[in-house]
T-cell receptor, first 116, second 113 residues
């Protein structure tokens, strides 16, 4: 158990719909990362938050958005879903001080999204 | 921008065979290096990490990795694999004082009993 909690574990929805994935980082971790894993694209970095602020953006579509709340949990919102959005979405957290981080990432078990 | 390459997409070995998975990165500065493993249906777990010091790093489950700075490489090794090592292995790189982790595409290891 990594200490990172993701909900829901599985989600099936239809094209055009909107879903929200939730992540609670390990206790004490300020930094949250979101990754998308699909068979053809591998592990793709989406976005990172540190203590409530967006810190880095990767290959995140405009239809997707995220935020980190004051209690440090994070949500990834996926809207206008397409078939190609079907993937495993991982959240990871790390111990991070401002601009200085030597910690590794701890991954949650992922949310498997299926878009029909 | 940093990038990470892993030499093999899929490696198939018999039990007791030796393993070496290649990882190369492109970044000129000081880096932190990681190997993660993802067992079927599970999340990524840390195998080992390198921050500084001895370039030969020992991790869990008998894995080790060697950092060769001149070759920008961080290859993963295990002298004798087991069927339970069947998994996907990811190399990752992070700037020493950064927060951006860059993952390689992964190498799928299949160990035949």
């Amino acid at each position: 158990d990594s200490g990172v909690t993701q909900t829901p574990k599985h989600l099936i929805t239809a094209t055009g719909q909107r879903v929200t994935l939730r992540c609670s980082p390990r206790s004490g971790d300020l930094s949250v990362y979101w990754y998308q894993q699909s068979l053809d694209q591998g592990l793709q970095f989406l976005i990172q938050y540190y203590n409530g602020e967006e810190r880095a953006k990767g290959n995140i579509l405009e239809r997707f958005s995220a935020q980190q709340f004051p209690d440090l949990h994070s949500e990834l919102n996926l809207s206008s879903l397409e078939l190609g959005d079907s993937a495993l979405y991982f959240c990871a957290s790390s111990v991070a001080w401002d601009r200085v981080s030597r910690g590794e990432l701890f991954f949650g078990e992922g949310s498997r999204l299926t878009v029909l | 921008a940093q990038s990470v390459s892993q030499h093999n997409h899929h490696v198939i070995l018999s039990e007791a065979a030796s393993l070496e998975l290649g990882c190369n990165y492109s970044y000129g500065g000081t880096v932190n290096l990681f190997w993660y493993v993802q067992y079927p249906g599970q999340h990524l777990q840390l195998l080992l990490k390198y921050f500084s010091g001895d370039p030969l790093v020992k991790g869990i489950k008998g894995f080790e990795a060697e950092f060769i700075k001149s070759k920008f490489s961080f290859n993963l090794r295990k002298p004798s694999v087991q069927w339970s090592d069947t998994a996907e292995y990811f190399c990752a790189v992070k700037e020493n004082y950064g927060q951006n982790f860059v993952f390689g595409p992964g190498t799928r290891l299949s160990v035949l009993p």
